[in-house]
């Protein structure tokens, strides 16, 4: 396996953690609405609004994994265009910018977790005295993802820079 291989598989691995982290923020938001549902049908506006909020949050954690992804996805891109015709300039610049573009997903990815802490807050706070467990266990779940996805981003920037200076020393 050549190291632009390896890169690649590091991001699609990150791409793959973070369309997992999408599905799970998506489940979580549903059973956030089942409880908002719930609450409603019994009458009890307060958890029911505090539900309203969690989902609100997980459909911004939902956005920010989209805009991680399309960063991953465009450092993809850019590493497979590197073939055997281009010289080590041409090669630099395409890992620069896959280094760039797998870089730039981190905003994005400390924007979920962001908002994955401040709906546990929320989902603690309004169901406190009740039982938050499931939905305090799938927040969970998605930070768990979006660690794995940060760090599979990072081993491909790491990569990337690596095989740039490998690439200046082209002809030594």
Known sequence: ?????????????AVDDLDAGKTQAAAAASHAEDVREKAAAHGWE???????????QFDNVQAAISRAKDHADEAI???RQIDSKMNPTEVKEHLTSTGS???AAEPAIGDAFNELDEAETTVSRVLD?????????MISEVNQTLVSARQQLQNAKSAADAEIQEAAQAGN
């Open 1 to 13: 396996m050549t190291a632009t291989d390896e890169i690649v598989r590091s991001l699609t691995s």
């Open 46 to 56: 307060g958890i029911a609004a505090g539900m309203q909020d969690v989902i609100d």
């Open 77 to 79: 891109g850019h590493v």
């Open 101 to 103: 573009k797998a870089e």
């Open 129 to 137: 005295g009740g039982d938050p467990g499931q939905l305090l266990s």
